[in-house]
């Protein structure tokens, strides 16, 4: 869930925190239409991520093979999941891996048909920029009591407030297998956990694991070296983004053999969406006997063109003026959200570690497939892990640590020639990927609306939640079922109280 884009804290990172168990969840088929509205005609989705192609699916579910899907794509489809080819091989460069529990993920790879990867098992550890501070072994029961040993009862104290976090988030699916939907971020998340749920978009992660007992100690070492592997950022982050990003260092992490931008592409060809390879430069409102259209402008290879849409649901991001989409016509105008993005660069290097620098003269030493970091002035990275390909043979192994190995480097800046002198004894090839991946969430202070207009909705609203492959689906599928509702004014399905009750009562 959870913290799904462009990467997630590497898989062998898991281990060093106790794995998170969640009962297993249910279905139910979603409620018929309301009322005798004529179903939209044509409907635009503003981007090809997973959100994007998530949504486009969830639309088509609801409103019938009929309506008309057209995805506007500038880049390429799959957005924040993306790979880059080494030697012939493709390696993923933007989100990695998906938890066990992000169930519209599991449910997207199964109606696909797509498998997920074989995991390859490697160690991990945090370094501190002079020494590892924790370091994990072959031995479970050894990587518990190393836990105990340096931090006392503070692993499980997170272990215990992660787990309540992720109990009363997994309500969503329930939520979503009725039908139901949100108008506000606040209301979906009070919907899960009250004001408690809130508050947590407002207090820091630090604040709240002190306040349940987790040692400064452990957060300086532990969580820090999470976050930054996740998100790039601090323990100031809001808590409620850390708790994602949390529960997805918990184990049973996943991906999907051949790259997880495959969910993307099978999603649209399997809607048999419209994708314009365009960039949107504009949406206008329009009115005609009583009804309103919005026109989307866009930009492609042949020049200017525009469409008209019954519904509009941007799926990129509208933070910051990072697209540059104007709407013109809307009275009160859609004022400009505030809040920034964090720039995520992804390295990915073929070459020879140097492991001199992590106190490992005899390169064959070496044993850990991930190493995370402390916030230390000194370090100029913040996680790195040798990765595999996406796809992975059965007889695939890892390169042994004296071997040249792909590695895949986190920092906040382009590793410079010094830097990556540091890192490595010698290199063949860097790829080099800036991502404007995260809200910076030490600034975001209000969360934005999911609703910009009748039939005109902001789906990357979510990610100032949280964000995740999985936060950006849920997202989808909350716009997807509130657009169906107002369209046929079932107004019973938004925005309902007390809904763990209305849920049992219609099992």
Same mark, same amino acid.
């Given at each position: 869930?959870?913290?799904?884009?462009?990467?997630?804290?590497?898989?062998?990172?898991?281990?060093?925190?106790?794995?998170?168990?969640?009962?297993?969840?249910?279905?139910?088929?979603?409620?018929?239409?309301?009322?005798?509205?004529?179903?939209?005609?044509?409907?635009?989705?503003?981007?090809?991520?997973?959100?994007?192609?998530?949504?486009?699916?969830?639309?088509?579910?609801?409103?019938?093979?009929?309506?008309?899907?057209?995805?506007?794509?500038?880049?390429?489809?799959?957005?924040?999941?993306?790979?880059?080819?080494?030697?012939?091989?493709?390696?993923?460069?933007?989100?990695?891996?998906?938890?066990?529990?992000?169930?519209?993920?599991?449910?997207?790879?199964?109606?696909?048909?797509?498998?997920?990867?074989?995991?390859?098992?490697?160690?991990?550890?945090?370094?501190?920029?002079?020494?590892?501070?924790?370091?994990?072994?072959?031995?479970?029961?050894?990587?518990?009591?190393?836990?105990?040993?340096?931090?006392?009862?503070?692993?499980?104290?997170?272990?215990?407030?992660?787990?309540?976090?992720?109990?009363?988030?997994?309500?969503?699916?329930?939520?979503?297998?009725?039908?139901?939907?949100?108008?506000?971020?606040?209301?979906?998340?009070?919907?899960?956990?009250?004001?408690?749920?809130?508050?947590?978009?407002?207090?820091?992660?630090?604040?709240?694991?002190?306040?349940?007992?987790?040692?400064?100690?452990?957060?300086?070492?532990?969580?820090?070296?999470?976050?930054?592997?996740?998100?790039?950022?601090?323990?100031?982050?809001?808590?409620?983004?850390?708790?994602?990003?949390?529960?997805?260092?918990?184990?049973?992490?996943?991906?999907?053999?051949?790259?997880?931008?495959?969910?993307?592409?099978?999603?649209?060809?399997?809607?048999?969406?419209?994708?314009?390879?365009?960039?949107?430069?504009?949406?206008?409102?329009?009115?005609?006997?009583?009804?309103?259209?919005?026109?989307?402008? !866009?930009? +492609?290879? %042949?020049?200017?063109?525009?469409?008209?849409?019954? $519904?509009?649901?941007?799926?990129?991001?509208?933070? #910051? *003026?990072?697209?540059?989409?104007?709407?013109?016509?809307?009275?009160?105008?859609?004022?400009?959200?505030?809040?920034?993005?964090?720039?995520?660069?992804?390295?990915?290097?073929?070459?020879?570690?140097?492991?001199?620098?992590?106190?490992?003269?005899?390169?064959?030493?070496?044993?850990?497939?991930?190493?995370?970091?402390?916030?230390?002035?000194?370090?100029?990275?913040?996680?790195?892990?040798?990765?595999?390909?996406?796809?992975?043979?059965?007889?695939?192994?890892?390169?042994?640590?004296?071997?040249?190995?792909?590695?895949?480097?986190?920092?906040?800046?382009?590793?410079?020639?010094?830097?990556?002198?540091?890192?490595?004894?010698?290199?063949?090839?860097?790829?080099?990927?800036?991502?404007?991946? !995260?809200? +910076?969430? %030490?600034?975001?202070?209000?969360?934005?609306?999911? $609703?910009?207009?009748?039939?005109?909705?902001?789906? #990357? *609203?979510?990610?100032?939640?949280?964000?995740?492959?999985?936060?950006?689906?849920?997202?989808?599928?909350?716009?997807?079922?509130?657009?169906?509702?107002?369209?046929?004014?079932?107004?019973?399905?938004?925005?309902?109280?007390?809904?763990?009750?209305?849920?049992?009562?219609?099992?």
């Amino acid at each position: 869930m959870m913290a799904e884009a462009p990467h997630h804290p590497p898989p062998a990172a898991s281990r060093l925190l106790l794995w998170l168990a969640v009962a297993g969840m249910w279905r139910a088929p979603c409620a018929a239409a309301a009322g005798d509205a004529a179903a939209p005609g044509k409907i635009a989705v503003v981007g090809a991520g997973i959100g994007g192609s998530s949504v486009a699916h969830f639309l088509q579910q609801h409103f019938g093979p009929q309506v008309q899907l057209d995805v506007y794509e500038k880049d390429t489809v799959g957005g924040r999941l993306a790979t880059v080819t080494v030697n012939k091989q493709q390696y993923e460069s933007g989100g990695a891996s998906i938890h066990s529990l992000n169930l519209h993920m599991q449910d997207f790879v199964k109606l696909l048909g797509l498998k997920h990867r074989r995991e390859v098992a490697g160690k991990s550890a945090i370094f501190s920029g002079e020494q590892f501070v924790l370091e994990e072994t072959d031995w479970y029961l050894l990587n518990l009591f190393r836990l105990w040993w340096h931090y006392g009862m503070s692993f499980l104290r997170l272990q215990m407030w992660v787990e309540e976090v992720m109990e009363k988030f997994m309500r969503i699916y329930k939520y979503q297998a009725h039908g139901y939907a949100f108008t506000h971020l606040e209301k979906l998340l009070h919907s899960l956990g009250g004001d408690a749920f809130v508050n947590m978009t407002q207090r820091s992660v630090a604040e709240s694991l002190l306040e349940v007992g987790v040692t400064q100690r452990f957060i300086d070492d532990v969580i820090v070296a999470i976050l930054r592997a996740s998100y790039g950022q601090s323990v100031l982050v809001p808590a409620f983004a850390g708790a994602m990003s949390l529960a997805g260092a918990q184990g049973n992490m996943w991906a999907v053999e051949g790259g997880n931008k495959l969910v993307c592409s099978g999603l649209l060809k399997l809607t048999k969406a419209n994708i314009i390879q365009a960039t949107v430069k504009a949406i206008s409102l329009h009115n005609s006997e009583g009804k309103t259209f919005y026109q989307v402008h !866009y930009e +492609d290879e %042949e020049g200017q063109g525009s469409s008209f849409y019954d $519904i509009v649901v941007i799926a990129t991001q509208l933070h #910051n *003026s990072k697209n540059n989409i104007t709407f013109q016509n809307f009275d009160p105008p859609i004022a400009e959200f505030p809040g920034l993005f964090r720039t995520t660069v992804t390295s990915v290097v073929h070459g020879y570690l140097n492991s001199s620098y992590f106190g490992f003269p005899d390169p064959k030493l070496f044993p850990y497939a991930s190493v995370l970091t402390t916030d230390t002035p000194s370090l100029f990275f913040n996680s790195m892990d040798n990765i595999c390909p996406v796809n992975v043979s059965g007889t695939f192994r890892r390169k042994q640590p004296q071997d040249a190995a792909v590695w895949r480097v986190h920092s906040q800046h382009p590793l410079e020639k010094q830097e990556l002198k540091i890192l490595f004894r010698s290199y063949y090839s860097v790829q080099v990927t800036e991502w404007q991946a !995260y809200p +910076d969430y %030490e600034s975001a202070k209000t969360l934005p609306p999911i $609703i910009l207009h009748d039939n005109l909705y902001y789906l #990357n *609203s979510m990610e100032w939640v949280a964000s995740s492959m999985e936060m950006a689906s849920v997202a989808a599928k909350n716009v997807a079922l509130l657009a169906y509702s107002l369209w046929y004014r079932d107004l019973e399905k938004i925005d309902q109280k007390d809904l763990m009750h209305k849920v049992k009562t219609e099992l």
